[in-house]
């Protein structure tokens, strides 16, 4: 009876959660995709604005082509698999800047609501709410046709989507470690508020931050294809993904490959980012400990 009672009281331990090999597949993709962006001068076999009008409308090899361009040539005779590689590497910069200055942005914003209170949080609350409440693309496009096109205003544009989310994530739980027993002995004792912030504060919620940032990746490729293939994001001679997607949209039924490839590699970079910031958020979340 005495071991029946201990082995009802003995905590359970959780086995911690494996990655699954679909996340596996997804997270593969992604080094991959990086590694591309690193070395794209050393693995794309042409330049991406070198042209060769003889050899234009070239399908890849698995449709008839030839090796010399394994993945074919657009309207320019330009090498489909090098200015992939390129566009990786440029829509991925892009994205992975947008990004973190907007993950920057809005966890200051957020620390400075959830810190400060008062008519700061009213007036930061404000701002979230008018950004949430604009389409991402609609502000995008506005700014864009006042201020003119160019990259770095861009990047910033691309940064402004989801600022909103890191702010009320961060401003939430600030409140809530704040009211922590932790928080109120470290400050009884003279810590400063950079202090608290850097070393007990940051450290206690970056994760929650991190998965959000993961999240949040998928949507800012997506708005900086979505601008790209209207016109208004990278320009030529610049390639990236959603540039090459609105090039060949003109050439769908007779050279599908020029559009229909790269936008096979968005769609394969954003459901892999999903799928992994899904299964780190599962991974990280301690409600979900031990669960699927």
Do not use: C
Not at 24 to 46: E, R
Not at 122 to 135: E, I, N, R, S
Not at 169 to 191: F, K, P, W
């Amino acid at each position: 009876m005495t071991d029946m009672r201990l082995s009802l009281q003995a905590p359970v331990r959780r086995a911690p959660l494996a990655m699954p090999p679909v996340i596996m597949a997804a997270a593969g993709f992604l080094v991959a995709m990086v590694l591309v962006a690193l070395i794209a001068g050393f693995l794309a076999p042409y330049h991406f604005t070198t042209q060769d009008l003889a050899a234009r409308f070239r399908p890849p090899i698995f449709a008839g082509g030839d090796w010399a361009h394994m993945l074919g040539t657009d309207h320019l005779g330009r090498d489909i698999l090098s200015r992939i590689i390129y566009a990786i590497r440029s829509s991925l910069l892009i994205a992975f800047a947008g990004t973190l200055i907007g993950a920057v942005f809005g966890t200051l914003m957020g620390f400075a609501a959830g810190r400060l209170r008062g008519i700061v949080d009213q007036t930061v609350m404000m701002l979230v709410d008018a950004q949430a409440a604009v389409p991402a693309l609609f502000l995008a496009l506005t700014l864009l046709a006042f201020f003119g096109n160019n990259i770095l205003l861009f990047v910033v544009i691309v940064s402004l989507d989801g600022w909103d989310r890191y702010t009320r994530l961060a401003r939430g739980l600030v409140v809530s470690e704040q009211a922590s027993d932790y928080i109120t002995a470290v400050e009884a004792l003279g810590a400063g508020s950079a202090r608290v912030i850097l070393r007990h504060l940051l450290p206690n919620i970056v994760a929650s931050l991190v998965v959000q940032a993961t999240l949040n990746f998928p949507g800012t490729v997506l708005l900086e294809t979505s601008l790209s293939f209207l016109g208004l994001g990278v320009q030529p001679p610049g390639t990236s993904l959603g540039l090459m997607l609105g090039e060949g949209r003109r050439y769908l039924l007779n050279a599908w490959w020029i559009a229909v490839l790269p936008g096979i590699v968005i769609f394969l970079t954003t459901l892999s980012m999903s799928l992994f910031g899904d299964w780190l958020r599962d991974r990280l979340d301690p409600t979900l400990a031990g669960k699927g």
